[in-house]
């Protein structure tokens, strides 16, 4: 190399800034110079942002992704918490009833803490995390319109700058029309991704899709804090559907920063909540258990209900493919979205980012053949989010053509039995949460520390309501 010239770094463009986006560019600077591209102007702090409806609804992310997250971006989660966060001890600071209405004792033997925040405030400081890292570009109201390159490479994204733009527009150039020249695209476009039709464009493999839809309907409304809660860590209070019963209804109640309740309430086909403020408090309380309701009904309202249709499990196969482009990866709700009452979609995404990162590491950008070992890298936290996901909802009325097998159904029921014993077996339930959290595969419910108590107990009775103190009872309900 001649003396003086250094040497090019890598150049790595990833599609949409959301946390997954953000996840991803995180991942990528230590081996790239990073662009992000978003449709979307980002708000400057812990505010709604354009174009992610569903960051109104309660959010948490699971043990599994917190320890993701400060691996990524060391001390992340402190610094949420520092703003307002709260690292929630499963199940400790929670009251929650399993879909086969069992509620689970408050144990506090087991090490699971999740992080309990707004969308907003976690979307707020990842972007203050990441963005201030000088080899990340972020470039806002631009639109990725399709992929450079042919079926065995993907060289660059063509974009078009500019505040609302069409963007899937036609392909005639336009002024703000430029190419961004990449050795790594990511596209973290979320739900919406048009990935399978840029494949097909550049002559590739159509992608194999699978639906799981249990037709679930969300609706969310911020609500004032009692005062008398405000001073104490109020448990996270949660009453899962029932997959058996149909319609099947459920809903949730996370204090999160602010001293605000974020409610948010579920229905599947024929039982959906609506966005009427007269009807809501009326839904919590008709629920199978009305301890929702009953926590919620006198408090003030911020703001108007805010409903989500849009919650169908979606996976697109992309690691199955045999040819698969270099120098294309896809990652998030761009592979895989999930129900959002099992609260999976964030902790993925850290655990993907983490994946690449560490794949990276072992080889290094413009490897041949690298893309397809990230995919299929990232594959593995999307698979055991999906199997937990599609497990429960699959037995929903209309949810999918393809009913469970034999095998499957055996499976659900084994889970079922996995959750009536972690209910009052804390070794039992640390086996549960350790799957939950995506920190252990599904296989640990298959171990000493849940079968001993299956099948020998000591069988301490189920409880026959929600686990709420006396203390808790009188500061939240008037």
Known sequence: MAEGIVP?????????????????AAALADFADVTVV????????????????????????WSGG???????????????????????????????????????????STHHRNLVC?????????????????????????????????ATAVTGVRIRAGAATDAYAGDDADAGERTLRADLVVDASGRGSRAPRWLTELGGPSITEREVN???????????????????????????????????????????EGNRWIVTLAGTRGGEPTDDPGAFVDFALNLDDPVIGELVKG?????????????????????RVK???????????????????????????AQCALAVRDTLGATGLGQPGLARRLQRAAARPVAAAWDLA????????????????????????????????GARNPRAMAALLDVMSLERPATRLFSPDMLIPMLIGPRRPHLQGPPLTDAERKTAVP
């Not at 690292?87 to 509620?103: F, K, Q, Y």
Request: hydrophobic letters at 40%; aromatic letters at 6%.
């Open 8 to 24: 090019r770094r890598p150049a790595a463009v990833v599609i949409g800034a959301s946390a997954t986006g953000l996840l991803a």
């Open 38 to 61: 978003e449709r979307d102007r980002l708000p400057d702090g812990p505010e709604p942002r354009r174009g992610a409806p569903q960051a109104r609804h309660a959010h948490l992310v």
């Open 66 to 108: 917190v320890k993701a997250l400060d691996d990524l971006l060391p001390g992340l989660t402190g610094e949420i918490v520092a703003h307002g966060g709260r690292l929630a001890h499963i199940m400790g600071d929670m009251v929650s009833r399993a879909p086969n209405e069992v509620w689970f004792r408050r144990f506090t």
């Open 118 to 150: 707004s969308r907003d405030l976690l979307d707020s400081v990842l972007r203050g995390r990441v963005l201030a890292d000088e080899r990340i570009t972020l470039r806002q109201e631009t639109t990725a319109l399709r992929l450079e390159g042919d």
């Open 214 to 256: 249990a037709g679930v309907a969300y609706a969310t409304r911020l609500y004032r804090a009692p005062e008398a809660a405000r001073n104490i860590d109020f448990p996270l209070v949660n009453v899962q559907a029932n997959p058996a019963k149909a319609p099947g209804r459920g809903g949730i109640v996370l204090p999160i």
């Open 299 to 319: 408090l003030e309202p911020l703001g108007e209900i805010v409903t989500t249709r849009a919650t169908a499990n979606r996976r697109r196969y992309y690691e």
């Open 323 to 349: 040819h698969w482009p270099d120098g294309f990866l896809v990652l998030g709700d761009a592979v895989a979205g999930y129900n959002p009452v099992y609260g999976h979609g964030l902790t993925v995404a």
């Open 390 to 421: 599609v497990g429960q909802d699959a037995l929903y009325p209309g949810a999918t053509d393809t009913r469970p097998n034999g095998v499957e159904r055996l499976l659900a029921r084994f889970v079922d039995k996995a959750v009536e014993t």
